[in-house]
């Protein structure tokens, strides 16, 4: 393990964020608000950091990174964009303290949506652009976007790579990782243009259709408007939203497929049929479950319970009713949604539709085992073998995941937060999805939870994006030996 080299190209990533900061400054000159020197000032430190950075280690500069190298420069490079992506929100007096100010950037980066945010519409739109370009960035992710546009990345890429795009096994759609990486930011990018278009159509301006798209296809949700999506009382918003979370949940590869002229290589993609056709089970349940009880018209109990199913699924968060108001069958609908997540390679969270489908496989062949003790069975995906070890790994994530769970959850109770608030919590930012129930619910924020409480989210929301494995391992004694 090469600390040197590995905080190297950690500086190279810091320079790259500072750079980025130069968007929401463009909003903030053309705006004339107070977010002008904040924002200039935090490019100042996140520059001069990742210049100071490497400058200090640049003889320690080396062209292929191992596999643990690479997972340690995308723990620290994620942390790092958390760290000084906070920068403009503290200088700019948004919040009153630096941990508020952490807790909103990590938000941001891993896609949560989780807010501390009170007063949105209080707060200069340089300040509301940067708080959204953060999903946008973290969507895709900032190491794959580093691939794409710094050459030098480019050699031992994989590794960085493989650590952060989500999934047990991501798709290598170009034989060169840097041009795998381009592709998908390609496709990232056109969606987001596609919504952002749509969005004016329906009288958004142009800062709110490039907030709310990057809140979508990053399946993040911060929103400008303290109501999120429901301040619009729009139908066409509503459904252009819906319609590009659901893209947004989709494995990107999937996209490019489309996109080269292959438009059934979606229904031959068995996640994507697993997906889709559970998204449709539960909206049609839930649907079902408010008709009569909430909404007195059929459309309305459509409308209204398939963009909430399709918000919790792809873990964007975005909120056009008080889920909480609903009936027990539905919110423990949302529930199970928190942990099932969208697909892998998707911007989306939770644990992936793969993981859950490969786990069903493997428990239905150990019950026909039992059944047929002397049968050599193998489990498939697409009819394609899958391997042991990729097995192992899902069912070790599987149980790291329930099991933080079950410890953060016992933890925030320990911090004096109760139950429902505790289990919503940490299923909402370990699943990098935003709201949940009770004081963390949709009508709510995670302003009023305590700070160690809200520094354990923190962990959380950087767990989730980062799959478990890419953190936890750096807890590892022998990570750190030679």
Same mark, same amino acid.
């Given at each position: 393990?090469?600390?040197?080299?590995?905080?190297?190209?950690?500086?190279?990533?810091?320079? =790259?964020?500072?750079?980025?900061?130069?968007?929401?400054?463009?909003? $903030?000159?053309?705006?004339?608000?107070?977010?002008?020197?904040? %924002?200039?000032?935090?490019?100042?430190?996140?520059?001069?950091?990742?210049?100071? &950075?490497?400058?200090?280690?640049?003889?320690?500069?080396?062209?292929?990174?191992?596999? #643990?190298?690479?997972?340690?420069?995308?723990?620290? $490079?994620?942390?790092?964009?958390?760290?000084?992506?906070?920068?403009?929100?503290?200088?700019?007096?948004?919040?009153?303290?630096?941990?508020?100010?952490?807790?909103?950037?990590?938000?941001?980066?891993?896609?949560?949506?989780?807010?501390? %945010?009170?007063?949105?519409?209080?707060?200069?739109?340089?300040?509301?652009?940067?708080?959204?370009?953060?999903?946008?960035?973290?969507?895709?992710?900032?190491?794959?976007?580093?691939?794409?546009?710094?050459?030098?990345?480019?050699?031992?890429?994989?590794?960085?790579?493989?650590?952060?795009?989500?999934?047990?096994?991501?798709?290598?759609?170009?034989?060169?990782?840097?041009?795998?990486?381009?592709?998908?930011? *390609?496709?990232?990018?056109?969606?987001?243009?596609?919504?952002?278009?749509?969005?004016?159509?329906?009288?958004?301006?142009?800062?709110?259709?490039?907030?709310?798209?990057?809140?979508?296809?990053?399946?993040?949700?911060?929103?400008?408007? +303290?109501?999120?999506?429901?301040?619009?009382?729009?139908?066409?918003?509503?459904?252009?939203?819906?319609?590009?979370?659901?893209?947004?949940?989709?494995?990107? /590869?999937?996209?490019?497929?489309?996109?080269?002229?292959?438009? =059934?290589? %979606?229904?031959?993609?068995?996640?994507? #049929?697993?997906?889709?056709?559970?998204?449709?089970?539960?909206?049609?349940?839930?649907?079902?479950?408010?008709?009569?009880?909430?909404?007195?018209?059929? %459309?309305?109990?459509?409308?209204?319970?398939?963009?909430?199913?399709?918000?919790?699924?792809?873990?964007?968060?975005?909120?056009?009713?008080?889920?909480?108001?609903?009936?027990?069958? /539905?919110?423990?609908?949302?529930?199970?949604?928190?942990? &099932?997540?969208? +697909?892998?390679?998707?911007?989306?969270?939770?644990?992936?539709?793969?993981?859950?489908?490969?786990?069903?496989?493997?428990?239905?062949?150990?019950?026909?085992?039992?059944?047929?003790?002397?049968?050599?069975?193998?489990?498939?995906?697409?009819?394609?073998?899958?391997?042991?070890?990729?097995?192992?790994?899902?069912?070790? =994530?599987?149980?790291?995941?329930?099991?933080?769970?079950?410890? +953060?959850?016992?933890?925030?109770?320990?911090?004096?937060?109760?139950?429902?608030?505790?289990?919503?919590?940490?299923?909402?930012?370990?699943?990098?999805?935003?709201?949940?129930?009770?004081?963390?619910?949709?009508?709510?924020?995670?302003?009023?939870?305590?700070?160690? /409480?809200?520094?354990?989210?923190?962990?959380?929301?950087?767990?989730? #994006?980062?799959?478990?494995?890419?953190?936890?391992?750096?807890?590892?004694?022998?990570?750190? #030996? *030679?």
């Amino acid at each position: 393990m090469r600390l040197r080299s590995t905080l190297y190209m950690v500086g190279i990533l810091i320079i =790259f964020l500072g750079l980025t900061m130069i968007w929401p400054l463009m909003f $903030g000159l053309f705006y004339q608000d107070r977010s002008v020197w904040p %924002l200039l000032r935090s490019m100042g430190i996140t520059l001069g950091s990742g210049a100071l &950075l490497t400058v200090l280690f640049k003889k320690w500069k080396v062209n292929i990174i191992s596999h #643990r190298e690479g997972m340690a420069i995308v723990a620290l $490079g994620w942390a790092a964009a958390g760290f000084f992506g906070a920068f403009p929100f503290y200088l700019s007096n948004t919040f009153d303290t630096f941990g508020d100010a952490l807790f909103e950037s990590v938000s941001g980066f891993t896609t949560t949506g989780a807010s501390v %945010l009170s007063n949105i519409e209080d707060v200069p739109r340089g300040i509301l652009f940067w708080r959204s370009l953060t999903h946008w960035l973290g969507g895709m992710g900032i190491i794959v976007l580093s691939l794409a546009v710094l050459p030098f990345l480019g050699v031992g890429g994989m590794q960085l790579y493989k650590a952060e795009v989500p999934g047990p096994t991501p798709d290598k759609l170009k034989p060169r990782i840097k041009d795998t990486a381009a592709v998908l930011w *390609k496709v990232y990018l056109l969606l987001s243009v596609s919504e952002m278009v749509l969005l004016m159509f329906g009288g958004m301006d142009l800062f709110e259709a490039l907030c709310h798209t990057f809140g979508t296809m990053a399946t993040g949700g911060f929103s400008t408007r +303290s109501g999120s999506i429901a301040d619009y009382k729009s139908g066409y918003v509503d459904t252009v939203i819906m319609i590009f979370m659901f893209l947004a949940g989709i494995n990107f /590869a999937l996209h490019y497929q489309c996109l080269k002229g292959k438009p =059934f290589a %979606l229904w031959r993609d068995p996640e994507f #049929r697993f997906f889709s056709g559970t998204l449709i089970l539960f909206i049609l349940l839930v649907t079902l479950n408010i008709y009569g009880s909430v909404y007195s018209r059929f %459309l309305d109990a459509l409308h209204f319970g398939a963009f909430q199913l399709v918000s919790i699924i792809t873990t964007t968060g975005y909120v056009t009713a008080d889920y909480e108001k609903w009936p027990s069958l /539905a919110q423990n609908i949302l529930v199970l949604c928190m942990f &099932l997540g969208a +697909s892998t390679g998707s911007t989306g969270g939770g644990m992936k539709c793969m993981r859950l489908m490969l786990l069903l496989k493997h428990s239905y062949r150990e019950l026909f085992r039992l059944i047929h003790p002397h049968a050599v069975t193998q489990i498939k995906l697409g009819g394609r073998p899958v391997q042991h070890d990729v097995m192992e790994s899902i069912w070790g =994530f599987f149980i790291l995941y329930l099991g933080l769970f079950i410890l +953060s959850s016992f933890l925030l109770v320990a911090m004096g937060v109760d139950g429902v608030t505790s289990f919503a919590a940490v299923a909402a930012t370990i699943g990098n999805i935003g709201p949940g129930l009770g004081m963390v619910g949709p009508m709510e924020n995670y302003a009023l939870l305590p700070v160690a /409480a809200k520094w354990l989210l923190i962990f959380c929301m950087l767990l989730g #994006r980062l799959e478990i494995y890419t953190v936890i391992i750096l807890l590892v004694p022998e990570f750190w #030996r *030679k």
